[in-house]
T-cell receptor
Framework: TQLLEQSPQFLSIQEGENLTVYCNSS?????LQWYRQEPGEGPVLLVT?????EVKKLKRLTFQFGDARKDSSLHITAAQPGDTGLYLC????????????FGSGTQLTVLP | NAGVTQTPKFQVLKTGQSMTLQCAQD?????MSWYRQDPGMGLRLIHY???????DQGEVPNGYNVSRSTTEDFPLRLLSAAPSQTSVYFC????????????FGNGTRLTVT
């Protein structure tokens, strides 16, 4: 069974601070997705990374896929209250690409 | 542009009762799936389907049944509800190719007393 561990589980910061969320596994994934979930709603895809070492930017969010495709990070610069939510990473595997393994999530609260 | 629609939004059951959670998508996605979300445990796959007439078990299938008679619909049946099935249930769909994003419904919050 492939496992994805996310850290930290909870993060509460002040508006304007920077933060990094980590997603780690001992397994290799063919792709890694990041989702954000707000209360009462389903997760919404932020980004997909597929190449080892790949870096993608989405405004103030920077996503990186590890060289060995076993880990990923999400860095937020100058966090805003609108960034508050549950961030989930999900790994996909070749041969079982339609199934995703989800991490346990990082609950981010950005205080004004 | 409805996307993935789940009903009901909330449900309370007594132990032993059965019910069906409905899920419909209008994006012509081949792949559909059901997850449950519990605090601190992320999303766990219950059942999934890669097309009409084809279903398979995920990580936590016990106590749940599914069927896929059409591309659009993928209902989840609880056969005999137990308190351990208290959770938030999400239906999701995608085109099914590697790396394709999952589109989620807004969930059904189920409480079993």
């Amino acid at each position: 069974t492939q496992l994805l561990e996310q850290s930290p589980q909870f993060l509460s910061i002040q508006e304007g601070e920077n933060l990094t969320v980590y997603c780690n596994s001992s397994s290799v994934f063919s792709s890694l997705q990041w989702y954000r979930q707000e209360p009462g709603e389903g997760p919404v895809l932020l980004v997909t990374v597929v190449t080892g070492g790949e870096v993608k930017k989405l405004k103030r969010l920077t996503f990186q896929f590890g060289d060995a495709r076993k880990d990923s990070s999400l860095h937020i610069t100058a966090a805003q209250p609108g960034d508050t939510g549950l961030y989930l990473c999900a790994g996909g595997s070749t041969g079982s690409a339609r199934q995703l393994t989800f991490g346990s999530g990082t609950q981010l609260t950005v205080l004004p | 542009n409805a996307g993935v629609t789940q009903t009901p939004k909330f449900q309370v059951l007594k132990t032993g009762q059965s019910m069906t959670l409905q899920c419909a998508q209008d994006m012509n996605h081949e792949y559909m799936s059901w997850y449950r979300q519990d605090p601190g445990m992320g999303l766990r796959l219950i059942h999934y389907s890669v097309g009409a007439g084809i279903t398979d078990q995920g990580e936590v299938p016990n106590g749940y049944n599914v069927s896929r008679s059409t591309t659009e619909d993928f209902p989840l049946r609880l056969l005999s509800a137990a308190p351990s099935q208290t959770s938030v249930y999400f239906c999701a769909s995608s085109y099914g190719f590697a790396g394709s994003p999952l589109h989620f419904g807004n969930g059904t919050r189920l409480t079993v007393t």
